[in-house]
């Protein structure tokens, strides 16, 4: 079950997620930012690489996501790898909850993006972490998907 979001400008993509994990469900949630934390990302500035996501006491929080200061923020900028707060329904937090303590999954970030009507917004995956031989196996498998293009292009 994929659920396609409307990303008009993606600021921060974590391309290892995938190689890491194996996802099992896709949320989508709000963040509650600061000014300074939402003209850095209109800029195209963050990370969210080595960045979880974390439920505590009902909520879930975005922890070590980095978000540069903003470079005409003066006095008022906001400190770069602060906790921020997702925005969710309470069935979905409770969901992720269940998920994280019974099953042992993981809430990874794929991305920070801005949707239609303008507002930042994160790609949460509900995923279960990846043993060595599930990496092995997905590196053969880009790689013979790199190889089959190949082939294609050449023989087509």
Known sequence: MSKVFNKVKVVADNRKAHYDYAVEERFEAGIELKGTEVKALRVGEGSIKESYAAVEDGEVWLVNANIPQYSHGNRLNHEPRRRRKLLLHAREINKLFGAINRQGMTLVPLSIYFNGDGRAKVELALA?????????????????KREQGRLLRNHG
């Open 128 to 144: 279960k972490g990846k043993k060595a031989h599930d990496k092995r196996a997905t590196i053969k498998e880009r790689d013979w």
